[in-house]
């Protein structure tokens, strides 16, 4: 798997930006994401599952924070953007997305991120803040059946944005090291 001080891999996939007809889709790279700014990449498993929207939900829910942080949030999973966008449709918790939905259908990109479940080949709950120059700052990995964080995944951000050493339990506006 790759790990922190790696750099996140190059990637051209599809992704589902939109629910206007003829402006669903676009192309998505690591270059797009090589703005200047932080990325958040968040993986779940398989799109019209259970703990997946609750998930993707809460990314959305919390977007304006990622926002404010001057960071991407992308997500994704093994679907194709086909299966997204009808997920998307079909939920109404899911069709005011803010973020893209990556579609890595062929796995190439989950399978050298190393995130791939070994007997179905379906991805793990990855999730991966990259520095503005590509490079993995932190992982973590949940089993297919335990949420994450998403408060958590916004404090860790706000930590490593600060470039500073950040005590146990430290919260953002506390001091640092």
């Known amino acids: 798997m790759l790990t922190i001080g790696d750099k996140f891999p190059e990637f051209t996939k599809s992704a589902v930006v939109s629910l206007e007809p003829g402006k669903e889709f676009e192309t998505l790279t690591l270059n797009d994401l090589k703005n200047g700014k932080w ?11 259970f703990v997946c929207p609750t998930e993707i939900k809460s990314f959305n829910d919390h ?3 990622f926002e404010k942080l001057g960071a991407n949030l992308v997500g994704a999973s ?5 299966v997204h966008l ?8 899911l069709k005011g997305l803010k973020f893209p939905m990556l579609a890595d ?3 190439s990109l989950s399978e050298e991120l190393g995130i791939l479940e070994k007997e179905n080949k379906i991805a793990y709950r990855a999730t991966y ?5 590509g490079v993995i700052q932190h992982v973590s990995v949940n089993g297919l059946n335990v949420g994450r964080n998403v408060k958590e995944v916004i404090r ?11 005590p146990c339990d430290w ?3 506390q001091d640092t090291l």
């Open 39 to 49: 990325t958040v990449f968040f993986w779940w498993p398989m799109d019209f599952t």
């Open 63 to 65: 977007y304006e924070e």
């Open 78 to 82: 093994i679907d194709s953007q086909f």
């Open 86 to 93: 009808a997920w998307r449709n079909a939920d109404p918790g």
């Open 105 to 107: 259908t062929s796995k």
């Open 129 to 133: 803040i990259i520095d503005p120059e």
């Open 156 to 166: 860790l951000l706000e930590a490593f944005q600060t470039g500073e050493l950040t």
């Open 171 to 173: 919260e953002p506006g």
